[in-house]
Structures are given as C-alpha cells and as structure tokens.
C-alpha cells in the first residue's frame, strides 16, 4: 500500500528560526514552494525525499536516530565538509561490531557517522546509496 509513496522525516524544533539556519545553511537543503505557509514549519527537499520541521514542545525528547542520509561516495567529504561548517559529531563506543576511525563509525564495508541539529535531533549520514 505505501511502499511506491514517498516518506518525510519530520523533526521536531523549539526555535524555527535556528533550524532553518541550521538546515538551510549548515545541511544545504532547499526549502520547498508550496510547503506549509505556517511560519513554524519548514518543509525541505533532500533528494527525492522531505525533511518537514516544525516547533513542538516535544523537541529534544527523541534519543534515536531522526533521520538518516545515504550518501553513497560523498561520505567523506560531507562529513569533512559538517566539520568545517562547525558541526559536532557523535562517538558512540558501544555498538557491537563496530570500530571508529575518528568520528567514523566503521562496520565492515559500512561507515556511519551521526551528528545532532539545535535541538538534539540525532542525525545520521552513511556511506550507502539508496
């Protein structure tokens, strides 16, 4: 029934005014035409896919990863690219399987990396295509 529709992450924000800063000039994604008019949402194109943020009261509360980007080969130079832009990554030292190179989480073929927007929202890049 879904599976030839389209999906969005939806991340929750308090304060739309650093999202979209931090989304817009930090992420590079582009606002959609035509997406909400409400002035506390923000709905964005990622490839083929949506990245929709809005203010909640709930913002920060998830400490799952939100949303995830498959960069395929572009892995490493995004990621260098975040950390020039001052983006913070995360190290997290007890997933099974895996070894880090830096901020690089390593397993096997697969290179993860996660970083978190404003509001703590844990975003994740890996070095697959979709």
Known sequence: MLGAKNAAATLAVKDIGAA???????????????????????????????VLVYESRYAGTNQATAASWAVGDDFDAIVRSLKDKGVTFERYDDLPGTTRDGDVHVMGELKAAWFKDPDGNILNLVNQAM
């Open 20 to 50: 979209r800063n931090f989304y817009e000039n930090t992420l590079g994604l582009t606002q959609l035409e035509g997406g909400p008019s409400d002035l506390s949402t923000a709905l964005y194109k990622s490839g083929n896919s949506a």
